[in-house]
């Protein structure tokens, strides 16, 4: 069953696009790694919690996949200084859907 890895990005001010720079280096190598399947990078909006500045929701094969590929190869992003990255691996146990208004 497939797995869905959530990383929670800290990225200081002023170092967003160097981030975002690194962060497609990093993507561009894990896709055509085995055992990945897709990523997602979103930006924080500002409005709510802003700890976090970006989050990578992305799906493996499984936790080994995930944790094999990281074996190879060190994520760029984390080069850069004050980026701190919380990874972690996921499985989905409740799904919901939209059921309309009531």
Do not use: C
């Amino acid at each position: 069953m497939p797995v869905t890895l959530l990383n929670v990005f800290i990225v200081p001010e002023g170092k967003e696009e160097e981030f975002l720079t690194e962060w497609q280096k990093t993507a561009a190598h894990f896709s055509h790694t085995k055992g990945f399947l897709e990523a997602h990078l979103h930006r924080n909006t500002g409005k709510g919690n802003t700890t976090f500045s970006f989050i990578n929701i992305a799906k493996w094969e499984s936790p080994e996949a995930w944790y094999n590929s990281h074996e190879d190869y060190k994520p760029t992003e984390y080069n850069i200084a004050g980026v701190k990255g919380h990874p972690a691996i996921f499985e989905p146990i409740v799904d919901l859907e939209y059921q309309g208004s009531e």
